[in-house]
T-cell receptor, first 114, second 109 residues
Framework: ETGVTQTPRHLVMGMTNKKSLKCEQH?????MYWYKQSAKKPLELMFV???????ENNSVPSRFSPECPNSSHLFLHLHTLQPEDSALYLC?????????????FGPGTRLTVL | GQNIDQPTEMTATEGAIVQINCTYQ??????LFWYQQHAGEAPTFLSY??LDGLEEKGRFSSFLSRSKGYSYLLLKELQMKDSASYLC??????????WGAGTKLIIKP
């Protein structure tokens, strides 16, 4: 148990569906992250939030839309996804927005797009 | 470009020692992390090195040579539960994390 939870753990959706991934951290951290993890590839940073403000968007397609209503919660809204978006989506948090701060990860949502 | 290299997969025997290497070429260096990730689970922090040398934590040790752009994770007295992927990540000059693709370690009895 890392103090970061994610729901759902598994999600299968069609290309026309709309779904949302949820992340919650119980660590009192100020920074939260969304990553995409594909087999045999490095973690891809998608979005970064610090104190509920988005500070980074690494050229992610608009079919992925993040939301950070408060410092403990992070959502990833999904719409009109493609099969190549199938991957493990990981949420992480850290005390501050500093690469030297240890990031604590949730268990991820395994997403399959049909 | 920035690059982190680590072997894709390694196999070792229970009770033995294994060394997982990580080499990096990044714009600047502000530290190197090792994370462990069991299949279907969250990556969890193992170590952070910013100075050259070896740091030991129980059965796990991490080594860093900044001049060579090289680190390794040493696992001793291997146990079946050590079967996992091991992720190397470097903090660059902009304090961004650059991730390797991970090394899948398979432990055989």
């Amino acid at each position: 148990e890392t103090g970061v939870t994610q729901t759902p753990r598994h999600l299968v959706m069609g290309m026309t569906n709309k779904k949302s991934l949820k992340c919650e951290q119980h660590l009192g951290h100020n920074a939260m992250y969304w990553y995409k993890q594909s087999a045999k590839k490095p973690l891809e940073l998608m979005f970064v939030y610090s104190l509920e403000e988005r500070v980074e968007n690494n050229s992610v397609p608009s079919r992925f839309s993040p939301e950070c209503p408060n410092s403990s919660h992070l959502f990833l809204h999904l719409h009109t996804l493609q099969p190549e978006d199938s991957a493990l989506y990981l949420c992480a948090s850290s005390q501050a927005l500093d690469g030297t701060d240890t990031q604590y990860f949730g268990p991820g949502t395994r997403l399959t797009v049909l | 470009g920035q690059n982190i290299d680590q072997p894709t997969e390694m196999t070792a025997t229970e009770g033995a020692i294994v060394q997982i290497n990580c080499t990096y070429q990044t714009s600047g260096f502000n530290g190197l992390f090792w994370y462990q990730q069991h299949a279907g689970e969250a990556p969890t922090f193992l170590s952070y090195n910013v100075l050259d040398g070896l740091e030991e934590k129980g059965r796990f040790s991490s080594f860093l040579s900044r001049s060579k752009g090289y680190s390794y994770l040493l696992l001793k007295e291997l146990q079946m539960k050590d079967s996992a992927s091991y992720l190397c990540a470097v903090v660059d000059s902009n304090y961004q994390l650059i991730w390797g693709a991970g090394t899948k370690l398979i432990i055989k009895p």
